[in-house]
């Protein structure tokens, strides 16, 4: 079964992107903080038998529903679309600094429910906002991520026995996600071969591009908005495409630092496409 893995920006439903004028409270030494964590290896957990698994029945979650996650704060989930057939796989979604996981899961309902579960971690409350604003960040760079992954990873596990596969598992980061994604992608051994970065990153991306091959990553999607993030990625696409790399590019100029209105649609033909191309090279 596939497991995604989304990272998030700030704003909502309707911007889920970091405002421009709010203050990043991340550096960058944070999120290479990486050296004292054992990497991941692949397991397949839950596993059934092929003539069982017409017989699972999953839950219809169509909105983003909390995840209770042990020693977290609670996760946000949508369920598959596709209630009919086996154990599915997850994408999982890290937001930005200044958002919340409910808008991550919101858009990504959109663009991967059809492939399987949508799952977002919730990270801590950001300092810069009040309980009422309700905003959260990451704090502690990819090692306290990570752990926070395979802690909501293994809730949606014990909550949906035999219905959740980490196979073929895809990693989505958004603003500070998309900044923390190739430090988780080096602390997992071949768990996501697919992985979609958002509105940030690119330099991240650019350096870790040999370390992600070794990892077990196939496919890289990117989809940015702000000038200077499509002018970074406009520059290392054919350093991704020369790699080896499947690539998918959604550009969304004009919608500011944040998911414009088209890409449920445009996200999820990318998606599609990464998937099936991954698939068929394996």
Same mark, same amino acid.
């Given at each position: 079964?596939?497991?995604?893995?989304?990272?998030?920006?700030? $704003?909502?439903?309707?911007? /889920?992107?970091?405002?421009?004028?709010?203050?990043?409270?991340?550096?960058?030494?944070?999120?290479?903080?990486?050296?004292? =964590?054992?990497?991941? +290896?692949?397991?397949? !957990? *839950?596993?059934?038998?092929?003539e069982d698994?017409?017989?699972?029945?999953? #839950?219809?979650?169509?909105?983003?529903?909390?995840?209770?996650?042990?020693?977290?704060?609670?996760?946000?989930?949508?369920?598959p679309s596709?209630?009919?057939?086996?154990?599915? #796989?997850?994408?999982?979604?890290?937001?930005? *600094?200044?958002?919340?996981?409910?808008?991550? /899961?919101?858009?990504? +309902?959109?663009?991967?429910?059809?492939?399987?579960?949508?799952? /977002?971690?919730r990270g801590?409350?950001?300092?810069?906002?009040?309980?009422?604003?309700?905003?959260?960040?990451? +704090?502690?760079?990819?090692?306290?991520?990570?752990?926070?992954?395979?802690?909501?990873? =293994?809730?949606?596990?014990?909550?949906? !026995?035999?219905?959740?596969?980490?196979?073929?598992?895809?990693?989505?980061?958004?603003?500070?996600?998309?900044?923390?994604?190739?430090?988780? @992608?080096?602390?997992?051994?071949?768990?996501?071969?697919?992985?979609?970065?958002?509105? $940030?990153?690119?330099?991240?991306? =650019?350096?870790?591009?040999?370390?992600?091959?070794?990892? $077990?990553?196939?496919? @890289?999607?990117?989809?940015?908005?702000?000038?200077?993030?499509?002018?970074?990625?406009?520059?290392? +696409?054919?350093?991704?495409?020369?790699?080896?790399?499947?690539?998918?590019?959604?550009?969304?100029?004009?919608?500011?630092?944040?998911?414009?209105?088209?890409?449920?649609?445009?996200?999820?033909?990318?998606?599609?496409?990464?998937?099936?191309?991954?698939?068929?090279?394996?």
């Amino acid at each position: 079964m596939l497991l995604t893995l989304v990272v998030s920006g700030g $704003g909502g439903i309707a911007s /889920c992107g970091v405002p421009a004028s709010e203050k990043q409270d991340f550096s960058e030494s944070e999120a290479a903080s990486v050296d004292t =964590e054992p990497v991941v +290896k692949k397991v397949v !957990p *839950n596993a059934v038998a092929a003539e069982d698994a017409a017989l699972i029945q999953f #839950p219809v979650i169509s909105a983003p529903t909390p995840l209770p996650v042990t020693g977290y704060h609670d996760a946000s989930h949508v369920g598959p679309s596709d209630v009919n057939s086996g154990a599915k #796989p997850v994408v999982v979604v890290l937001h930005g *600094n200044f958002d919340r996981p409910e808008w991550q /899961c919101e858009m990504w +309902k959109d663009v991967a429910s059809w492939y399987g579960w949508v799952l /977002c971690p919730r990270g801590v409350r950001t300092e810069f906002a009040t309980l009422r604003e309700d905003r959260w960040t990451y +704090k502690g760079g990819a090692v306290a991520v990570n752990r926070e992954i395979h802690a909501a990873l =293994e809730a949606l596990e014990q909550k949906y !026995p035999n219905m959740v596969s980490r196979e073929g598992m895809v990693l989505v980061g958004f603003s500070l996600g998309a900044i923390l994604l190739p430090q988780v @992608i080096k602390l997992n051994e071949k768990l996501f071969p697919t992985v979609f970065v958002i509105e $940030g990153g690119m330099k991240q991306l =650019e350096w870790n591009l040999p370390t992600m091959k070794e990892n $077990g990553v196939n496919a @890289i999607g990117i989809a940015m908005s702000l000038p200077g993030n499509r002018e970074n990625a406009f520059r290392i +696409k054919r350093k991704i495409i020369k790699m080896g790399y499947i690539y998918e590019y959604v550009d969304m100029q004009g919608g500011g630092h944040n998911y414009r209105s088209d890409f449920s649609t445009l996200g999820r033909e990318a998606l599609k496409k990464m998937i099936s191309r991954n698939g068929a090279a394996q």
